[in-house]
């Protein structure tokens, strides 16, 4: 693979909240339109690695960032990088599924307001498009101005992806997006991450180690805040080379 | 003492504290309107007053009240609502906006005659308003900002804080986040301060008593750079400045003080209950 290919990349990436060092000398590089997972136990660092890439750690107090971080090839972490639209192109799904109080038609909506990306006139149709790339339209179509907070968990969590869709991001990050649906819901969001990455790199947080060896393409291993281990999702499964991974995944702690 | 038996008495104590509290609003409803009702007419809402306010209306203080309370609203909210959102969204936790946090509940504190003698030196004297609607209102309106502020303040934070991050997180900025994700969903809130508001506006007597107030006026304010009689000061003067008002005009002028805050709360609450509605399409 060349170098050209990855999407994100990482190069001696530190991080510090205050005094506590959360991530330290990162190396990784996610390959574009392919799922790529986060693993490893609570606290390892991998919610706060995915929040750099879309740069919401800076909303906390105190975070301190060293190292570099390329995305599509730009430096995010330049001075006087648009933070606007960073957001536009990498965007992200949350743990729980967190529709704002608005229609479904108005969650869409959002981002096309909030970036003047489209004439009123064509809302309509951006709308129905992004409903259609998450499987919702035919579900929806009749429901477009009801509450988005009457859907159904898993219908809130496409819509939410949906939500990022008009932006036409280049990434999306997923922070646990399953940990609060039914294992059946589960299945059918991982069955459109493997269509969505068709078009976007995903780069997706899990707990669940069968979820992430069956959607994901690569997966790294998080421990104390270091990538210990990363490479093809097969590999890491069936024959880590670290040990800490393998005592991970044979589910000896975690 | 069984345990049943003293819960018992619990009970029945707690009951009769809530009476304790309920009983004198009942009571003092129940005299007003009891002994004010039969000065209620055609004549006594809209003409002027006569024969040195002991006979005729009381318009000019029901147009006068009317006009500095929605003054007051008028200049307190906007300027209440966006020092709330200046210390809620913008601030952060820093030694200034504590000490802003502080002089506001101070300002809470502060009595309102204080308030009276602050307009004056300011309104009145220095920018030379003069004894006008206009002193009155900005008057009343500083005295009420406290609760304005409070009350948005504390509508701003009960917005769920995952509407922020969604919505920085889709790119928009944090004004845009502010406007279009978390002041819609204060907007309840922020009302129910203005209904405390009002409320204080228009019953309060000193703050008016340098800055506007006229004690007997028989005809309406043309600009808001009149004076204008007030139903509280009204109330106060009829009751105890001017001998030979009948007892049921003095009741009477208080039976409508209360009807007219009750009336604003109500088209408050109405509008407040259209919001929240909204809020759940």
């Known amino acids: ?254 | 003492m069984s345990s049943r038996l003293s819960q018992r008495i619990a009970f029945a104590l707690l009951f009769l504290a809530t009476l304790v509290v309920v009983l004198p609003v009942v009571v003092i409803l129940a005299i007003i309107v009891a002994k004010g009702a039969s000065a209620i007419s055609w004549e006594f809402l809209f003409t002027m007053p006569r024969d040195g306010m002991s006979a005729g209306g009381i318009l000019p203080a029901i147009l006068g009240t009317l006009y500095l309370v929605l003054g007051a609203v008028l200049f307190a909210v906007p300027l209440g609502v966006a020092a709330a959102v200046y210390l809620v969204e913008y601030s952060g936790d820093n030694r200034f906006s504590r000490l802003v946090k502080l002089a506001i509940v101070n300002l809470a504190g502060v009595p309102s005659v204080v308030y009276g003698l602050f307009g004056l030196g300011i309104f009145v004297i220095f920018f030379r308003f003069g004894a006008s609607i206009l002193s009155g209102a900005l008057t009343l309106g500083i005295m009420i900002l406290p609760v304005i502020i409070t009350s948005a303040r504390e509508a701003l934070e009960s917005v769920p804080r995952h509407f922020r991050t969604v919505s920085l997180s889709l790119g928009a900025s944090r004004w845009q986040t502010i406007r279009h994700s978390v002041l819609p969903h204060a907007l309840p809130g922020i009302l129910t301060g203005m209904i405390l508001g009002l409320g204080r506006a228009a019953g309060e007597t000193a703050p008016i008593l340098f800055t506007v107030a006229a004690f007997y006026l028989p005809r309406l304010p043309q600009s808001v750079f009149d004076q204008t009689m007030a139903l509280p000061y009204h109330l106060y003067v009829i009751s105890t400045q001017v001998p030979g008002v009948p007892e049921n005009v003095r009741y009477g002028t208080a039976l409508v003080l209360l009807a007219l805050v009750l009336l604003l709360n109500l088209a408050a609450i109405i509008l407040r209950s259209r919001f929240r509605a909204r809020k759940k399409w």
Not at chain 1, 91 to 107: A, D, E, H, K, T
């Open chain 1, 1 to 254: 693979m060349s170098m050209g290919d990855y999407c994100i990349e990482t190069r001696g990436l530190d991080l510090f909240y205050g005094d506590f060092q959360a991530l330290t000398a990162v190396d990784l590089q996610v390959p574009a339109r392919q799922v790529t997972a986060l693993i490893g136990p609570s606290g390892c660092g991998k919610s706060t690695l995915l929040r750099v890439f879309n740069r919401m750690n800076d909303l906390i107090d105190g975070v301190r960032v060293a190292g570099t971080v390329r995305i599509d090839n730009e430096d995010i972490y330049a001075p006087g990088t648009d933070l606007l639209r960073l957001r536009e192109k990498v965007g992200m799904v949350f743990q729980r599924p967190n529709p704002f109080p608005l229609s479904v038609y108005g969650n869409i909506a959002f981002g096309l307001a909030v970036h003047r990306l489209a004439g009123r006139r064509e809302y309509g149709m951006v709308v129905e498009q992004a409903l259609r790339d998450v499987l919702l339209w035919d579900d929806l179509k009749d429901r477009l101005h009801q509450s988005a907070l009457s859907l159904s968990l898993e219908q809130q969590q496409r819509l939410c992806i949906a939500r990022v869709l008009p932006l036409k991001p280049q990434v999306l990050l997923m922070d646990e997006p399953c940990s609060a649906l039914d294992p059946i819901a589960t299945l059918h969001i991982e069955d459109l991450m493997r269509k969505l990455k068709r078009d976007y790199t995903i780069v997706i947080v899990t707990h669940n180690m069968q979820q992430a060896a069956r959607a994901s393409d690569r997966a790294g291993f998080m421990y104390l805040g270091k990538l210990i281990e990363f490479d093809e999702t097969a590999s890491i499964f069936t024959h880590p080379r670290q040990e800490l991974t393998e005592n991970y995944i044979s589910g000896r702690f975690g």
